[in-house]
């Protein structure tokens, strides 16, 4: 599943937004299956993916709306423990996801998977066997995955950039020397997926600041929470319910 992550590249990175890196394009990429959409889940549990977000507004989002199994499943593995000291009903976590930043999508994914088992559907694409893809034969996926192992990233610098990582990675923000330039760029040029609703600077340097501190690129692997309109460079996290 794809999304959007911080790379630190060099000041003078040129590589053109919006292009993909040279060392992520590769011949050997699957098809996208057709079945899952590319989500590798079977059609009951692809329908609760949907529904988290519920892009199309049928009235059945629930990512601020989660039930206490969720919650527990989502303390069980860690995911609470920075905004909250004891372990959190389901009612204060949606307070906080509507409010806040909201799920990252790791906690997506959790909620997901815990949501259709509950449900008793949870499951796998049978077409792609929940690979997400779909190769032609087994030397396709060998020299696929002998290609990933071979993925060149991008040189590393001083420079704070944001990337989209679903189409195998591209860069979609200029560089910038500091998190507050970055931060004041998407305030400015990033919206919610779908509205005219803008990130304040503040909540994208919250982001920015939560990578510097750990040093860690997955502590800010924002995942599916973002998405980029290429037409606009507007990137915004989707988990932010917005404010009509
Ligand atoms: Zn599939």
Redesign the pocket.
Known sequence: MGGRTLKRVPLDFKWPVGERWWGYMGYFFPAK?P??D???LNPATKQISDDYYDFDRKGTQWQHNITQDEADALWEVGRLTYDFKEKPTAAQVNEWSHHGMGHDCCNRWTLIKTRAKRLGVYGE?E??N???GIFGDAEHKRLYLEWCEKSVDPPEGPGFQVWETTSEGSPVSPVFATPEELADWCEGNVSIFGTSTFISKAEWLDFVKSYEETGDPSAIEIGSTLVVKPSTGFIGPIAIEPKE
């Open positions: 299956c079945a899952c590319g989500e590798g694409c077409y792609c929940g690979e997400e």
